[in-house]
């Protein structure tokens, strides 16, 4: 299967690339194995390892192994890590933070990425998305949801707006607002939610 052109940013070679970069760039901290580096681009470990090779020979990124596992890291000493880094986080932030925000909020049992920012991700073009929109499941608490929409949006650089549903009107979507954003585009949040 060809990979998909970006359209979130047109610049990547693909979105498998870019949201490869994003785990690693939006996480410099962290160690990645290659299968969990397939898992976020949600592509095979064969597909996945081509880029890891091209990156890793140009010093994007960092490996060492250990047995016939591979560890990654991003190469923060790399002159446009920074530059990098800002691009990544403005057009693929929104899946590789969110999860992690998300996933400390009790009562969160599913969230989406709706609206503008999903549509582009899907491939559906049209004007750079302003803001993000989420759609968050369950029976969080109000004011944990703010805290967790403002965290975004300082880390994002841009609004990140989070409504609540609870799953009981997701799951039968009664009002207009669930129906429209269940008839659009979305983009499921991964993460541990709801594993409390």
Same mark, same amino acid.
């Given at each position: 299967?060809? $990979?998909?052109?970006?359209?979130?940013? #047109?610049?990547?070679?693909?979105?498998?690339?870019?949201?490869?970069? /994003? =785990?690693? *760039?939006?996480?410099?901290?962290?160690?990645?194995?290659?299968?969990?580096?397939?898992?976020?681009?949600?592509?095979?470990?064969?597909?996945?390892?081509?880029?890891?090779?091209?990156?890793?020979?140009?010093?994007?990124?960092?490996?060492?192994?250990?047995?016939?596992?591979?560890?990654?890291?991003?190469?923060?000493?790399?002159?446009?890590?920074?530059?990098?880094?800002?691009?990544?986080?403005?057009?693929?932030?929104?899946?590789?933070?969110? $999860?992690?925000?998300?996933?400390?909020? #009790?009562?969160?049992?599913?969230?989406?990425?709706?609206?503008?920012? /999903? =549509?582009? *991700?899907?491939?559906?073009?049209?004007?750079?998305?302003?803001?993000?929109?989420?759609?968050?499941?369950?029976?969080?608490?109000?004011?944990?949801?703010?805290?967790?929409?403002?965290?975004?949006?300082?880390?994002?650089?841009?609004?990140?707006?989070?409504?609540?549903?609870?799953?009981?009107?997701?799951?039968?979507?009664?009002?207009?607002?669930?129906?429209?954003?269940?008839?659009?585009?979305?983009?499921?949040?991964?993460?541990?939610?709801?594993?409390?």
């Amino acid at each position: 299967m060809k $990979p998909r052109v970006p359209t979130l940013a #047109p610049i990547f070679r693909s979105d498998t690339q870019a949201r490869m970069l /994003a =785990a690693l *760039y939006l996480h410099p901290n962290r160690e990645y194995r290659a299968t969990e580096l397939a898992k976020e681009a949600e592509v095979s470990l064969p597909t996945i390892l081509r880029d890891i090779d091209r990156l890793a020979e140009s010093g994007y990124i960092v490996e060492r192994t250990s047995g016939r596992n591979r560890y990654l890291t991003v190469n923060v000493d790399h002159p446009i890590f920074e530059s990098l880094a800002s691009v990544l986080r403005y057009a693929y932030g929104p899946l590789a933070v969110l $999860p992690g925000i998300l996933a400390t909020i #009790p009562g969160v049992d599913e969230a989406y990425v709706f609206g503008s920012w /999903a =549509a582009r *991700y899907h491939g559906i073009t049209g004007a750079d998305p302003d803001d993000i929109d989420v759609v968050a499941v369950g029976n969080a608490e109000r004011m944990k949801i703010y805290e967790a929409a403002s965290e975004a949006t300082t880390v994002l650089g841009r609004e990140v707006n989070i409504r609540t549903v609870s799953t009981e009107d997701w799951q039968h979507a009664t009002d207009l607002f669930i129906k429209t954003v269940k008839e659009g585009p979305l983009v499921s949040i991964h993460s541990d939610l709801g594993a409390e």
